[in-house]
């Protein structure tokens, strides 16, 4: 995941990989069946790491009512977050699907997870389902905008901004 995240998909060949790793090519094949077996698994690996795990944090480490907010400042306040290893291997992985139908399919399950997750969090605060669903799309969007945004200043917002935030779209 980190040579994805810092050279990208074409930086994924056994030959090299394993030359980094200082193993054999026979060490990877040991591992997984083909190239398409390890890119299966490094996508699931990837969908574990940046998506379910921080769920799973959530569920756990959080009261319902306030995983949304939680959620909202990990991903949009300077000094929670936004996680960067995540976001780095978000870029790569979403830069890999414009070129790969099958990691555009394994993204498109990520995002739909996600989304979902966001709205039962809506829904769970009283959100009517499509109205969560739609408050949970847009929020969805402005995380992903985030990464576009080039001047430090509006990379990140106040806690207290978030707060406001998360308060409207549970309205």
Known sequence: ??????????ALKVGAMAAELNVSRGSFYWHFVD???????????????????????LETEQAEPDRLKTLLSRAFVEKHGPDRSVRSLDRA??????????????VAAVDDRRV???????????????????????????????DNVMDPRHASIAATAVAEIGDLFET
Do not use: C
């Open 93 to 106: 992985i979403r830069s890999w699907a414009g070129e790969d139908a099958e990691v555009a399919a394994a």
């Open 1 to 10: 995941m980190r040579t994805l995240a810092e050279r990208g998909a074409n």
């Open 116 to 146: 979902s997750y966001i709205s039962n969090l809506l829904a769970a605060g009283g959100v009517e389902p499509q109205k969560a669903h739609d408050r949970a799309a847009f929020l969805y969007w402005a995380y992903l905008g985030q």
């Open 35 to 57: 190239i398409a077996d390890f890119r299966a698994q490094l996508l699931r690996s990837w969908r574990d790491w940046a998506t379910d795990r921080i769920i799973r944090l």
